[in-house]
């Protein structure tokens, strides 16, 4: 009587340590999954479901993620670790997690994914386990869930396809513990980086293909004007443009007269981009007693609205006063005579980095790709994060942190470049929510979405959406969501999802990034140190 007692006691004790935690399948996710309108509990108020344990999941050919809900509203926090398995008999687990493999289950009900692609490296009939360590009290609670996946006519095309996941917003110390952590198994990520199809030979780079053009931004078929030197007339290439309000041209301070270039020292060459309503030039600046220098010119056609030209001027000098390796400096400005105004930085070889990424992959022209190294790619993000951090210490948000901002030089160093005319030359990277304003939506931190809120903070926020797309050489975040929707599905902690072989540690930086508190997300001098570490760390093992 007395053993049965205490065996009473203990089940009672634990199933109270226990007693807040859920963990399902939606029903809205059944029913994309499997087509039952009903919800699949694995666990339902800490106690184990043993037929849905033992109930394998068929996933449809067409399904990349199966997703789960859960939450602990239990007052004691019940810690979790989790382990997949495949049965493709390979060193590389295929199948991955948006979340890390360890930390905390949330206390609000939250969202999460098991990323399952199909690959050549899989088999047609691909079989996951996932088993979730679940520990309260100093007790451990194992919950196995098992899918069958038919890839036997998947596409294998479209496996880099965007797919929104749901990242669980974990607190502060975890996320540093697991960046922590995941830096120290420098071996894990040598074959994580090892598996990834942007990996090559150490030097197979994009640089050391032939270079036919300056920039590698094809012209299609643009006419390239003889060089002459710039003047009000279409023959020069530089279109009349009459603005009735001449301070639109004079956003620049007349204290600073060196600042200031004269029509007549620019010689206007072939265009490297066209909008709607602005042009980028390849041009020579000729001085007098100053060796000819190549440059490029930023300006606005005959049909732009006197607004449009002041919005340029006013983007194009924020970083007038800025001298920093990778800030994309501005040489000077031509105005003030009654023409559109120019403004004018030095040549970049490979031009803007969004369109160097995807040159890179081949989508550019249609050529064959040019693989990238994971060191490289995290390279290019040092390198913004640079001159981010420089911003920063002048008090300088910069409000639109995006690859299409940056440009690549001759030595591939990035630099950070103003927003001119970016709304114009990546349309679809800008959208209007209705109040007459194009934003870069899904490059923007929940606060400046909401409450137009710009920090440091919000700054990292799109730093992270950066390191996503250099990651992904430059797919289009969120691709499947309605810009409408983009400040909800925030809110209700949807997160970019883990680029297809992207090393968990790279990943869990991004997602620190994307903390939905301002004081949850990592400065920019912490988010260098834990990428220059990551850095090193690839460094020393490949």
């Not at 800490?46 to 399904?63: K, L, Y």
């Not at 994009?206 to 002459?228: D, E, H, L, W």
């Not at 006063?321 to 105004?341: A, E, F, M, S, W």
Request: proline share 5%; charged share 20%.
């Amino acid at each position: 009587m007395g053993y049965n007692l205490i065996v009473f006691f203990f089940l009672l004790f634990f199933s109270l340590a226990n007693a807040g935690l859920n963990f399902y399948i939606s029903q809205q996710e059944s029913f994309r999954v499997l087509g039952l309108v009903a919800e699949l509990a694995y666990v339902r108020d800490g106690s184990i479901n043993d037929v849905a344990q033992h109930f394998v999941v068929p996933v449809p050919s067409h399904i990349q993620e199966l997703c789960f809900v859960w939450v602990n509203a239990d007052s004691k926090a019940v810690k979790y670790s989790i382990f997949t398995k495949d049965n493709s008999m390979q060193p590389v687990n295929h199948v991955s997690l948006n979340i890390s493999n360890q930390g905390v289950v949330p206390r609000e009900p939250q969202i999460f994914c098991l990323l399952l692609p199909c690959s050549t490296y899989l088999p047609s009939k691909l079989e996951v386990s996932m088993k979730i360590n679940f520990t309260s009290f100093n007790n451990v609670t194992v919950l196995n869930v098992v899918m069958k996946k038919d890839c036997s006519s998947e596409d294998f095309r479209n496996i880099d396809q965007d797919v929104l996941s749901k990242v669980i917003p974990a607190e502060d110390s975890s996320f540093m513990l697991f960046v922590a952590v995941g830096i120290a198994f420098g071996v894990l990520v040598v074959s994580l980086a090892a598996a990834s199809c942007f990996l090559c030979p150490k030097h197979n780079l994009c640089r050391q293909q032939p270079q036919t053009q300056r920039t590698i931004a094809p012209n299609n078929g643009t006419a390239v004007y003889s060089p002459v030197q710039a003047s009000c007339t279409e023959e020069a290439g530089v279109a009349t443009l009459y603005v009735n309000d001449p301070a639109a041209h004079q956003i620049v301070a007349e204290d600073k007269p060196s600042f200031r270039l004269q029509r007549n020292n620019i010689i206007i060459g072939k265009t490297l981009l066209e909008g709607t309503f602005g042009s980028i030039f390849h041009a020579t600046l000729q001085i007098p007693g100053i060796p000819l220098q190549d440059v490029i010119v930023k300006t606005v056609k005959n049909n732009a609205a006197e607004t449009q030209v002041r919005l340029m001027m006013e983007e194009g000098t924020r970083f007038q006063d800025l001298k920093h390796q990778n800030i994309y400096p501005l040489i000077g400005i031509v105005d003030g005579d009654g023409c559109r105004p120019l403004l004018v930085y030095p040549s970049v070889t490979y031009g803007n980095l969004k369109r160097w990424l995807l040159y890179c992959r081949g989508s550019l022209d249609g050529s064959l790709p040019h693989p990238l190294c994971t060191q490289d790619l995290v390279t290019i993000a040092l390198h913004v994060l640079r001159g981010v951090q420089y911003l920063h210490q002048q008090n300088i948000i910069h409000k639109d942190l995006a690859t299409r901002n940056c440009v690549i030089d001759d030595l591939f160093h990035v630099k950070l470049t103003d927003m001119a005319l970016s709304r114009d030359f990546f349309p679809n990277d800008y959208h209007c929510l209705g109040d007459n304003e194009n934003r870069p939506i899904k490059w923007m931190a929940m606060e400046s979405l909401t409450r137009r809120d710009f920090s440091t903070a919000s700054d990292i926020w799109s730093f992270g959406v950066v390191l996503w797309e250099v990651t992904t050489l430059a797919q289009q975040p969120y691709v499947e969501i309605d810009p409408f929707e983009v400040g909800r599905v925030l809110r209700d902690g949807y997160r970019l999802t883990q680029p297809v072989n992207c090393p968990d540690e790279l990943y869990a930086i991004m997602a620190y990034c994307w903390s939905s508190s301002k004081s949850d997300r990592p400065t920019a001098p912490q988010l260098y140190r834990e990428l220059h570490q990551f850095h090193q760390t690839l460094n020393e093992y490949i």
